[in-house]
């Protein structure tokens, strides 16, 4: 059981097939948060921050 408080997940590799699975660890672990009952369910706030550049992330 998770405490009463706000979640945020705060990332700087999120490029799917550029970052040897740390994309979908992250959002697994936002899901699992989600399932815990994180802000009713919706899961934590997720906020990215990277030196990708837009076709990385097309």
Known sequence: ????????????RLIPDLDGGYTIA???????LAS?????GA???LLTFDPGTAAAHA
């Not at 059981?1 to 700087?12: C, F, G, N, T």
């Not at 992250?26 to 699992?32: D, F, K």
């Open 36 to 40: 815990a009952g994180v802000a009713g």
């Open 26 to 32: 992250t959002l697994s672990r936002a899901a699992q």
């Open 43 to 45: 899961g934590p706030l």
């Open 1 to 12: 059981m998770l405490p009463d408080a706000e979640y945020l997940v705060l990332s700087s």
